[in-house]
């Protein structure tokens, strides 16, 4: 089965600044990478999403970026804010509708 | 707003009750997934269904009973679970992707304390 690493665990950066939290996947098979924002006692929230046939993604302060032939994939998030503050988790997919997550990232931002 | 709705938002059982968990959608989406998140945890898939069906079981005890009686439900039929069972109970949906994952939308989830 597919494992998903994710790192680093705990992020915090200054606002303004820019934050990157990395992921590597281990089946070749995977296709899509969606990365979730879940506030504390929130549901997670899809927030930016990449697919293998594409190496990055931008919206508007996020983007994401892949490296098929290493497998992994980073999020990027720039000018950070105070409301860029909490768990990020990426996941891998193929087929099959089933997803591996990541084991988190939770991102501070300081004012 | 949530377009996937979970009941009830909070629930306190003993280990002897019967209760149930309840999420729908109306995106027209025909999977639906069950998941279990703890505390600083990534969430753990549990169950999927595809096209009302239960396609992914992920060796998940007995004393949850997945049940999907049309396109828009999904319930989690919940019997003598044990205090590790407290958690997040995430309900998700999707489109089908028969090539490829789509994406999944969450509900706010149903938070579970055994008593």
């Known amino acids: 089965g597919e494992n998903v690493e994710q790192h680093p665990s705990t992020l915090s950066v200054q606002e303004g600044d820019s934050a990157v939290i990395k992921c590597t996947y281990s089946d070749s098979a995977s296709n899509y990478f969606p990365w979730y924002k879940q506030e504390l006692g929130k549901r997670p929230q899809l927030i930016i999403d990449i697919r293998s046939n594409v190496g990055e993604k931008k919206d508007q302060r996020i983007a994401v970026t892949l490296n098929k032939t290493a497998k992994h994939f980073s999020l990027h998030i720039t000018e950070t804010q105070p409301e860029d503050s909490a768990v990020y988790f990426c996941?891998?997919?193929?087929?099959?509708?089933?997803?591996?997550f990541g084991t988190g990232t939770s991102l501070t931002v300081i004012p | 707003d949530t377009e996937v709705t979970q009941t009830p938002k909070h629930l306190v059982m003993g280990m002897t009750n019967k209760k149930s968990l309840k999420c729908e959608q109306h995106m027209g989406h025909r999977a639906m997934y069950w998941y279990k998140q703890k505390a600083k945890k990534p969430p753990e898939l549990m169950f999927v269904?595809?096209?009302?069906?239960?396609?992914i079981n992920e060796s998940v005890p007995s004393r949850f009973s997945p049940e999907c009686p049309n396109s828009s439900l999904l319930n989690l039929h919940l019997h003598a679970l044990q205090p590790e069972d407290s958690a997040l109970y995430l309900c998700?949906?999707?489109?089908?992707?028969?090539?490829?994952?789509?994406?999944?939308?969450f509900g706010d989830g149903t938070r579970l304390s055994i008593l």
């Open positions: 998700a949906s999707s489109r089908f992707g028969e090539y490829s994952n789509q994406p999944q939308h």
């Open positions: 269904y595809s096209y009302e069906k239960l396609s």
């Open positions: 996941a891998a997919g193929n087929t099959g509708n089933q997803f591996y």
